[in-house]
Nanobody
Framework: QVQLVESGGGLVQAGDSLRLSCAASGRTASLSYMAWFRQAPGKEREFVANIHWTMGSTSYSDSVKGRFTISRENAKNMVYLQMNSLKSEDTAVYYC????????????WGQGTQVTVSS
């Protein structure tokens, strides 16, 4: 398993930017993908973005494409989510997730960090 710790959440105004960080530890040598998910109040958890740990290829949900950027720093076992042009509908708890090379899904999760965007 991989242990994940998110940081960087907070309260911002619409149009502002925020960067989330996620520190990974444990079986990082077996990482395949890292991702960000989010869960808004009363809604199910939804995919935001992911990145292939070695190739660096990325994918995004349509709702954040063009505004959010996922990146990683392999040497530090860190993954980031740069969020620009934030909207009130981006308000959610954001979770970092990890998928190992033999797994078919994201099995490691952080505790989450709250992002609140006021309009």
């Amino acid at each position: 398993q991989v242990q994940l710790v998110e940081s960087g959440g907070g309260l911002v105004q619409a149009g502002d930017s925020l960067r989330l960080s996620c520190a990974a530890s444990g079986r990082t040598a077996s990482l395949s993908y890292m991702a960000w998910f989010r869960q808004a109040p009363g809604k199910e958890r939804e995919f935001v973005a992911n990145i292939h740990w070695t190739m660096g290829s990325t994918s995004y949900s349509d709702s954040v494409k063009g505004r959010f950027t996922i990146s990683r720093e392999n040497a530090k076992n860190m993954v980031y989510l740069q969020m620009n042009s934030l909207k009130s509908e981006d308000t959610a708890v954001y979770y970092c997730a990890a998928r190992l090379d033999l797994d078919r899904s994201f099995n490691s999760w952080g505790q989450g960090t709250q992002v609140t965007v006021s309009s």
